[in-house]
C-alpha cells in the first residue's frame, strides 16, 4: 500500500514537473532562426523550420535593423523577431497541468496595416487584440491574455487574421512567455480577489514598459486573476522593478483615461455598510499633472485627486457605502488622459494598489 502510494505520489510529481515553467517559451525570442535554405529573402519555407514552432501562411523571419521601405524594423529581445502576414499563424505546443490557468505574456508590434489584429488561442478559448502603436512610443508592446487548461498539452497559437494588399504586412512578434496563476481568494481582510494585484501576467526582466492587459470578456480567465478590464482600452500592469509600486511588486497604472477602466464584481450584504479602501500613485515613469481616479462601488462614487510630479508617490483614499445589492460592482477609471512628458506620445495615467474591500460593524457617520 506504501509502496503504491509512493508510485502515486513520484508519477503524479513526474506529471507536475513535466509542464511548462513559468518564463520565455522554448525559443520564444525567436534567436534560434531557420536554416539560411529554409529563408526565400526574409520569407520562412517549410511548416518547421524555426525551432520549437509550426508555421502556416507567409511568415518573415526578421532581423532587427532591417529596413522596411523607410521603417527601420527594431526588435525588443535578442537580434530576431517573426512577422505574421496575411492570414499567417505561428504554433507550439505546451505541456501544461490540466485544470490549472495561464497567462501568456507576448511581444508585438504593427508595422504597415493601420488596424492589425492577432487571435491568440488555446483550444477553446481565444482573444481577438488589436495591435496598436497607441501605447508606447518605440511601437513594441508586450500584451498578456490568459486561459485555463482544458488538456494536458495545448496548442497555442497566434494568428494573423488580417487580409491586406501586401501579403507581408502584419504585426511582429517576440517574446513570448508564459506564467501559472494561481486563482487569489477573498479572505478575512479582503472582500476582494487580488486587491495588491501582486497575482498577475508574466512581466520579462529586461522590458520596462510593463504589460498591457487588453479588455477582457470573462473574468474567469483574465490574466490578471480576479479583474476584469471593462470598456474599450488595456490597463497597463507594472512591476516594481522598473516602476513606483505603492504596495508590493505590482501595480495597475489607468493609462486609458474613462476608456480603461478596471473592475471587480464583490459579494457584499444589503444593508451593511462597507470601506472601499486604495492607494493613487504615479509609476515615476514623467507622467504629470493633475490626476483623478474615480473609484464606484455602485451607485456610490469618489473621485480622488492626485497631483502627479511624475517621479512616484502616493495617497490613501477611502468610500465608505452601504451596500444596496448582493453583488457590488467596484470599478476605477481615470478622469483624464495624460502622455508622458518625455517622449509626449506614450499613454500613461494613475496607478492604483492595495485595492481593499471590508465590511465595518460601527459606521462612521458621513
Ligand atoms: C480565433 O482562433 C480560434 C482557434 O483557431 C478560432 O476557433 C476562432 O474562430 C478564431 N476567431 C476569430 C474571430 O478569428
Ligand atoms: C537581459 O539583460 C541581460 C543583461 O543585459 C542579458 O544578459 C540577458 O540575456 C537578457 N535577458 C533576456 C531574456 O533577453
Redo the contacts with the bound molecule.
Keep these: 500500500m506504501a509502496a503504491l502510494l509512493l508510485v502515486l505520489l513520484i508519477s503524479s510529481s513526474l506529471v507536475l514537473s513535466s509542464a511548462i515553467s513559468d518564463g520565455l517559451l522554448p525559443n520564444g525570442d525567436f534567436e534560434k532562426g531557420p536554416r539560411p535554405s529554409d529563408l526565400k529573402g526574409t520569407k520562412v519555407m517549410g511548416r518547421l523550420s524555426i525551432p520549437n514552432w509550426e508555421i502556416s501562411g507567409f511568415v518573415e523571419y526578421i532581423k532587427s535593423g532591417q529596413k522596411q521601405g523607410d521603417m527601420l524594423l527594431v526588435v525588443p529581445e535578442g537580434d530576431f523577431a517573426v512577422r505574421l502576414g496575411n492570414d499567417a499563424s505561428i504554433k507550439q505546443k505546451l505541456k501544461v497541468t490540466k485544470g490549472m490557468h495561464y497567462s501568456i505574456s507576448f511581444g508585438a508590434a504593427r508595422t504597415c496595416a493601420q488596424a492589425e489584429k492577432l487571435?491568440i488561442?488555446v483550444?477553446?478559448d481565444?482573444g481577438?487584440l488589436p495591435i496598436q502603436t497607441m501605447y508606447s512610443s518605440n511601437g513594441w508592446d508586450t500584451y498578456a491574455w490568459g486561459f485555463r487548461a482544458d488538456f494536458s498539452q495545448v496548442d497555442l497559437?497566434l494568428?494573423n487574421?488580417g487580409i491586406e494588399e501586401d501579403p507581408a504586412c502584419g504585426p511582429l512578434i517576440d517574446s513570448i512567455a508564459v506564467k501559472t496563476l494561481y486563482p487569489p481568494r477573498r479572505t478575512n481582510q479582503n472582500v476582494l480577489k487580488n486587491g495588491g494585484f501582486e497575482e498577475g501576467p508574466y512581466i520579462f526582466p529586461n522590458t520596462s514598459w510593463g504589460v498591457l492587459v487588453p479588455p477582457n470578456i470573462e473574468d474567469s480567465h483574465s490574466p490578471l486573476p480576479g479583474w476584469i478590464i471593462e470598456s474599450l482600452k488595456a490597463v497597463k500592469y507594472i512591476d516594481s522593478a522598473h516602476f513606483s509600486v505603492p504596495s508590493g511588486r505590482r501595480a495597475v497604472e489607468i493609462i486609458a483615461g474613462r476608456e480603461g477602466a478596471i473592475a471587480q464584481i464583490a459579494p457584499t450584504i444589503v444593508g451593511k455598510t462597507y470601506t472601499l479602501s486604495f492607494l493613487v500613485g504615479d509609476a515615476n515613469n514623467a507622467c504629470q499633472g493633475s490626476m483623478m481616479v474615480e473609484a464606484f462601488a455602485g451607485k456610490d462614487t469618489i473621485k480622488v485627486g492626485y497631483k502627479s510630479s511624475g517621479k512616484g508617490g502616493f495617497k490613501h483614499a477611502v468610500l465608505q457605502f452601504k451596500a444596496t445589492e448582493m453583488r457590488t460592482r467596484i470599478m476605477f477609471y481615470s478622469s483624464y488622459y495624460h502622455i508622458r512628458s518625455d517622449d509626449t506620445s506614450s499613454l500613461c495615467g494613475p496607478v492604483i494598489d492595495e485595492v481593499k474591500l471590508l465590511s465595518i460593524r460601527r459606521p462612521m457617520m458621513v
Aim: aromatic content about 12%; proline content about 11%.
Design positions: 487571435n488561442s483550444t477553446p481565444f481577438v497559437v494568428h487574421t
